[in-house]
């Protein structure tokens, strides 16, 4: 009788209801908020980026967060979301024409003259090398430029059709922007309270949440930013077309620490040696080194010191499948998650494996 009245005592058939009704709840807010996802992470993400702006901003407006938390929201708009949609704009244009040129090289055959007019002698020596017999390399550009093509008609006929959409998201990311600036220190200090473990221990998550956000923005987003920047700026420099989508794709690639923005302006300075500028050629290939990759190297250790100890394997397998698993907000969550499987693993073995 003991152990039935134990079994359905009020504490335990409480704590039953009681969770049973707060999953559910979750699972419900979980469904109500999934269509508003997308623009809610990019609006926490924002704030958490220039949290250190907001700070000081706070502090000179005397800790009025209403007032602070909508001159930030002003600032964020001008500072980050409108020059990004700008370059949003232009990078769908330049998206166009060069699925026009593509489009047109490959069905009206100007890609053979395109083709013969390359530095011939060169390519003929290449293709004849004997390691290389019996592959079709022109065929094989030809159906890359022509995959090319197709996948940029796909992307921007997305883009033209979520338009309102994605002016819907805006408004919505402005919104819970303000929130986000004025009540979001509570927001997180309320879920990280929720968790059952130690005060220690939670402080060590807070601790891991933070410092890999930062690291991650400040030492992978910022430093891939620059080096696309900076690919762009030499390919208008030295006149290789369509420099804002390659300096995008160059921003794209230098997320990940295998290649990186090499792998656009190396074949950029290719390019151009192959179409009779051997001089731009080499220009273009010395800014690539000195004003793109070789910062990297010193960039990284200064940006993202020790506040992240992420191995160059697990970064390079977190953003991976992070962008799989995610899309583009994975490369923020893939190494976020990583980070707490370790923490979570280091505090299973304190916890429970050692006893």
Known sequence: MTGHSQLFSRDTLFGAVFFGLFIYLLYLAARIASPLMS????????????????????????????????????????????????????????????????????????????????????????????????????????????????????????????????????????????????DGERYYNTLIGLLPFSQRHKE?????????????????????????????????????????FWGFLATVLALFPVGGAALVWLPGAVYLYLTGSPSSAVMLALWGALFVSLPDNFLKPLLIGRRANISTFIL??????????????????GPLVATLVTLFIQIYHEEFAEQ
């Open 204 to 244: 060590a998550i807070s601790n891991k949440i933070t410092s890999t956000f930062s690291a991650v923005i400040y030492g992978v987003f910022l430093i891939a930013l620059f080096q696309g920047v900076m690919t762009g700026i030499g390919f208008l420099l030295f006149h290789v077309p369509f420099a804002i």
């Open 39 to 182: 623009p809610l992470l990019w609006a926490a993400i924002l704030a958490l980026a220039l949290r250190p702006l907001h700070v000081r901003l706070l502090r000179r407006m005397k800790e009025r967060r209403g007032l602070a938390a909508a001159a930030m929201t002003v600032l964020t708009f001008f500072l980050v979301i409108g020059p990004a949609v700008t370059v949003l704009v232009m990078l769908t244009a330049q998206a166009i024409d060069l699925y026009q040129w593509s489009g047109d090289l490959v069905q009206s055959g100007r890609i053979t003259e395109f083709w013969n007019r390359i530095n011939a002698a060169y390519i003929n020596k290449v293709l004849t090398h004997p390691a290389l017999k019996g592959i079709d390399i022109k065929g094989m550009i030809m159906k890359a430029v022509g995959n090319l093509s197709s996948e940029l008609a796909g992307q921007i006929g997305g883009l033209v059709k979520n338009s309102l959409v994605f002016v819907i998201d805006l408004a919505i990311m402005l919104v819970a922007l303000f929130f986000f600036y004025r």
């Open 316 to 333: 390079f397998v977190a953003l991976l499948g992070g962008v799989q698993a995610f899309g583009f907000l994975g490369l923020l969550f």
